[in-house]
């Protein structure tokens, strides 16, 4: 027996009135007038940034506009053709080392929270967390109320391998502002782990 099956074993032999799991069928969690509305305020109450494009705007535009000095753009998206790196075609992760600008489609938002459900849709997922900025392609028409929600959403099954969609993709993660801590000397630091800043492109239905 190992060490943590011993200490398991002491745990359960101590327990002296036992509880059932609750029943979490009939949790009444939060919903929202506009969740659109919502999820932009919470984003931008994270540190992030939200832009509906419109009109004659493209999305290689704004990237341009919004980062003016950027020199390294990693993207596999069709839609940006501006990119200098390609998730998909670079030899290893590293080699999306100083990267400026990542762009990346997001599948779902969260009112919530602000979080954005980012699947895996690339080779290389470390373009989600090694770019100094981070831009997210956004359906605005693709946000829910809450997490309970966006687990079930991840819970739909995909209707060409039958697979739910979480394992469909393999690898996934919710995202919501860019990367911040405040661990060290209460001294709040951007680009921590991951991104510096995050930039959400709504695009139109």
């Known amino acids: 027996m190992s060490n943590k099956e011993d200490i398991l074993k002491r745990y359960r032999a101590n327990v002296q009135k036992k509880y059932d799991m609750p029943d979490l069928s ?75 600008v990542g762009v990346i489609r997001g599948l779902f938002g969260v009112a919530e929270n602000g979080c954005i459900w980012i699947p895996q849709q690339m080779k290389e997922k470390a373009v989600c967390f090694i770019s100094e900025n981070l831009v997210i392609l956004l359906p605005k028409s693709q946000i829910v109320n809450n997490m309970h929600e966006a687990y079930r959403r991840l819970r739909e099954r995909d209707p060409k391998s039958g697979l739910e969609l979480f394992d469909e993709y393999g690898y996934g993660s919710f995202i919501s502002g860019p990367s911040k801590t405040a661990d060290i000397a209460q001294v709040l630091v951007m680009g921590a782990q991951a991104a510096r800043s995050v930039t959400v492109l709504l695009l139109p239905e």
């Open 26 to 100: 009939d949790i009444k969690a939060i919903t929202y007038p506009d969740p659109l509305v919502q999820f932009i305020a919470m984003s931008e109450n994270v540190g992030g940034h939200v832009i509906e494009v419109k009109g004659d705007r493209t999305v290689d535009g704004l990237i341009r506009e919004l980062y003016p000095d950027a020199k390294e753009i990693a993207s596999n998206l069709p839609e940006v053709t501006i990119a200098t790196r390609n998730p998909d075609e670079v030899g290893r992760a590293r080699d999306l080392n100083g990267t400026d």
